[in-house]
């Protein structure tokens, strides 16, 4: 075993049987580890949070089925570099066989359309059974006729019983650690800084053992509190800080700070962050936090998606700082959001409630003799496009679900509403 690779890459599983985590995939009964068995490996992307175990989750599906394995990392590879792997492929396995080679793609969402597009034919002709792994959304950044021929698996991050799992399993298993006495008097701090990244957990795990140089030691959340500001950990940008300072960027802007909010995004910038992925958050964060306050919010941070995807790096830059700066002094609201929250909580807690029969569609003439749509009110038929109605199952009548938020724009809603239903919407 090469002692100089990192303590994750030593101790990372090569069997299911002793991969952690992901039971709803690669438990028992999971539907994963089902086609693994019966050998039938389908097209995949594999989606999670970093350090949930997506790469070694791929290599063991090719393990266990027997399969060639190809790798390419998408930062690294373009288009020339697909074909070439993809011919490698067609040449080291059978045709449309239950056997054909695997190429799996890391970070899938950081390839181009046109990379994305060369992986079709060999997808769709069976030539290679493509795994993908993407920390990102893949309705938004694996294109749609790829995605099409996927399954998608989502990844959990790990819990606290698996993260000290694993942790007792390195100090068992590695041979390193195995020379060394560790007692693990306290895990609160390992697991807190981890995030649920087994990757991250070992390596800062991997350092304190490092920064000690008696044969015992014990670990305890002072210890790795203390060593790990010493050490100034840096971790790149789909580890902590990808979600930690995207969070101070939310808040900053939810918090009417442009000061903040443009600070953190600079610090993402810097990272290397991906742009698209700043701009998507702008997009929600003007919809979950400004809402009707200012429809504009949204149709601004929309744009500026599109610009950022058509223009990139560096310009971009100058785009995302005014569409922050312009939402985090806009007006706030959150009503829509709430509105949304307490629908779904509703629709939980009373089930499929009938629909009122004057709201159903009556396309056959069976129907309409049931009454599908007969007391149905056309608003346009009456003054000023209104006439009162129920639009809720009679069980929920009369429930509020939108409160409009005090703001100069809803509260003219409030005014609207309150003139039109006199009482039901008086808040």
């Known amino acids: 075993m090469n002692t100089n690779a990192p303590l994750a890459e030593r101790i990372r599983p090569t069997t299911l049987e002793s991969y952690l985590s992901q039971e709803h995939l690669v438990g028992d009964q999971g539907s994963l580890k089902q086609q693994i068995t019966r050998g039938i490996i389908p097209s995949l992307i594999l989606w999670g949070p970093p350090g949930v175990g997506k790469t070694t989750l791929a290599n063991i599906i090719a393990n266990e089925s027997g399969r060639p394995f190809y790798t390419l990392s998408a930062i690294s590879s373009g288009v020339k ?3 070439e792997v993809i011919e490698k492929a067609k040449n080291s396995g059978g045709l449309f066989t239950a056997k054909n080679p695997i190429l799996f793609i890391d970070e ?14 060999a997808v769709e002709k069976g030539w290679v059974t493509l795994i993908g792994a993407t920390t990102e959304n893949p309705s938004f950044e694996v294109i749609p006729a790829l995605l099409s021929r996927c399954q998608v698996y989502v990844l959990n991050p790990f819990g606290k019983d698996e993260l000290e799992k694993l942790l007792y399993r390195a100090i068992e298993e590695d041979d390193f650690l195995k020379t060394k006495k560790i007692s693990l008097t306290e895990t609160h701090a390992l697991l807190k800084l981890s995030g649920g990244d087994a990757r991250k957990l070992l390596n ?3 350092l304190i053992v490092n920064s000690q140089d008696q044969e015992s030691i014990t670990i305890t959340d002072d210890l790795v509190t203390r060593l790990v500001q010493q050490n100034t950990v840096r971790y790149d940008k789909t580890g902590e800080q990808h979600y930690d300072i995207i969070s101070a960027f939310i808040k900053s802007i939810r918090g009417s700070d442009p000061n903040g909010a443009v600070y953190w995004l600079a610090r993402m910038i810097e990272g290397g962050e991906d742009l698209k992925f700043i701009a998507r958050r702008l997009i929600i964060a003007a919809s979950e936090d400004i809402g009707n306050a200012n429809p504009t919010a949204l149709i601004m941070a929309n744009n500026t998606f599109q610009a950022v995807t058509t223009i990139g790096y560096p310009e971009s830059r100058i785009l995302l700082s005014q569409c922050t700066v312009y939402l985090a002094t806009s007006a706030k609201s959150n009503a829509s959001y709430m509105a949304i929250n307490k629908a779904q909580q509703l629709v939980k807690q009373t089930g499929d409630l009938s629909i009122p029969l004057h709201l159903r569609n009556a396309p056959t003439k069976l129907m309409k003799d049931l009454g ?6 056309y608003a346009h038929n009456h003054t000023n496009n ?5 639009f809720l199952p009679k069980e929920i009548s009369n429930t509020k679900l939108y409160d409009p938020g005090n703001n100069q724009r809803e509260n003219a809603l409030r005014s609207y509403l309150k003139t039109r239903w006199g009482e039901k919407y008086n808040y």
């Open 386 to 390: 209104f006439v009162e109605q129920e």
């Open 204 to 206: 800062i795990f991997e």
């Open 372 to 377: 599908y749509g007969e007391d149905y009110k």
């Open 108 to 121: 899938i969402h950081r390839f181009s359309k046109s990379q994305q597009d060369s992986l079709l034919g």
């Open 81 to 83: 570099e697909v074909r």
